[in-house]
């Protein structure tokens, strides 16, 4: 990730987290008590565009399909190198004007929209599960003091570790799209997002979002709660939210995550 601000105001975690919406609004979940899913097949669909006059796809590559659809995994990673390092100027690693780091692996996923094969939008999804040598998963690693750029004190509870919450990274929209498409387009990406959590077993996904990012996400009936202190990335105000993915949305609550010592 980018460098992060550590002039953060920590605040003891409170023992509801509010929603990231107005509060006569807010929608409680809650889990089920259900064991481990098995995965699905990977999703792939075209969405509704009834706004545009072209196709939007989604699709969700691992390492077992990345061979199904060209050089689509080759292109994401093109544009994420364009939009975090080019643009954002973080220090990542990068070969062959692609972007990479080493949550990367064939434990992840990674959601990307595409439209005749140019890239409108994307981001990785890695389950909370996840161990490859010394790394987890980014929140985890940042709380455990791995990563120097992300403070430790990101999140108010202790990391989750369960099948049933999968972590978000590098969301991003392709510089490339104009302006009257980017709010489209994000929304097609959250809604992707979720489905393809859901087919791979996951009723929460869980990431640094923008500070104001569920203003619109509930728009599409997702919900999401503050787990960790606001931050300053480059000039943006984001935080640690915890994202509900489960349809429908009803008579359900937080799922219990326990405070950090």
Same mark, same amino acid.
């Given at each position: 990730? $980018?460098?992060?601000?550590?002039?953060?105001?920590?605040?003891?975690?409170?023992? +509801?987290?509010?929603?990231?919406?107005?509060?006569?609004?807010?929608?409680?979940? +809650?889990?089920?008590?259900?064991?481990?899913?098995?995965?699905?097949a !990977?999703?792939?669909?075209?969405?509704?565009?009834?706004?545009?006059?072209?196709?939007?796809?989604?699709?969700?590559?691992s390492?077992?399909?990345?061979?199904?659809?060209?050089?689509?995994f080759?292109?994401?990673?093109?544009?994420r190198?364009?939009?975090?390092?080019?643009?954002?100027?973080?220090?990542?690693?990068?070969?062959?004007?692609? *972007?990479?780091?080493?949550?990367?692996?064939?434990?992840? +996923?990674?959601? =990307? /929209?595409? *439209?005749? $094969?140019?890239?409108?939008?994307g981001?990785?999804?890695?389950?909370?599960?996840?161990?490859?040598?010394?790394?987890?998963?980014?929140?985890?690693?940042?709380?455990?003091?791995?990563? *120097?750029?992300?403070?430790?004190?990101?999140?108010? =509870?202790?990391?989750?570790?369960r099948?049933? /919450?999968? !972590?978000?990274?590098?969301?991003?929209?392709?510089?490339?799209? &104009?302006?009257?498409?980017?709010?489209?387009?994000?929304?097609?990406?959250?809604?992707? %997002?979720?489905?393809?959590?859901?087919?791979? $077993?996951? !009723?929460?996904?869980?990431?640094?979002?923008?500070?104001?990012?569920?203003?619109?996400?509930?728009?599409? $009936?997702?919900?999401?709660?503050? @787990?960790?202190?606001? %931050?300053?990335?480059?000039? &943006?105000?984001?935080?640690?939210a915890? %994202?509900?993915?489960?349809?429908?949305?009803?008579? +359900?609550?937080?799922?219990? @995550?326990?405070?950090?010592?």
């Amino acid at each position: 990730m $980018g460098l992060f601000s550590r002039h953060t105001r920590m605040r003891p975690a409170p023992s +509801r987290f509010p929603e990231l919406v107005p509060q006569e609004d807010l929608t409680p979940f +809650r889990f089920r008590a259900e064991p481990p899913k098995t995965p699905k097949a !990977e999703p792939e669909f075209i969405l509704p565009t009834h706004e545009l006059s072209s196709e939007i796809q989604g699709t969700t590559l691992s390492f077992a399909n990345l061979h199904q659809h060209g050089n689509l995994f080759v292109n994401y990673l093109k544009v994420r190198r364009e939009v975090f390092i080019d643009m954002k100027g973080w220090e990542l690693p990068q070969s062959e004007g692609m *972007e990479f780091d080493q949550y990367d692996t064939p434990l992840s +996923r990674w959601v =990307v /929209i595409h *439209e005749y $094969g140019r890239i409108l939008a994307g981001m990785r999804l890695t389950p909370t599960t996840a161990q490859c040598g010394q790394y987890t998963y980014m929140l985890r690693d940042a709380q455990r003091g791995l990563l *120097e750029n992300i403070p430790a004190d990101v999140l108010f =509870v202790e990391a989750p570790c369960r099948d049933d /919450i999968w !972590e978000a990274t590098r969301l991003f929209v392709a510089p490339s799209v &104009d302006g009257k498409r980017r709010l489209l387009v994000q929304k097609i990406l959250l809604e992707y %997002m979720a489905a393809s959590a859901r087919a791979l $077993g996951a !009723e929460a996904v869980i990431g640094i979002v923008p500070a104001v990012f569920s203003r619109w996400m509930k728009r599409i $009936g997702m919900t999401a709660t503050p @787990l960790g202190p606001e %931050m300053n990335i480059a000039g &943006d105000r984001t935080q640690a939210a915890l %994202m509900n993915v489960v349809q429908p949305y009803k008579d +359900r609550q937080q799922p219990a @995550l326990r405070h950090s010592a």
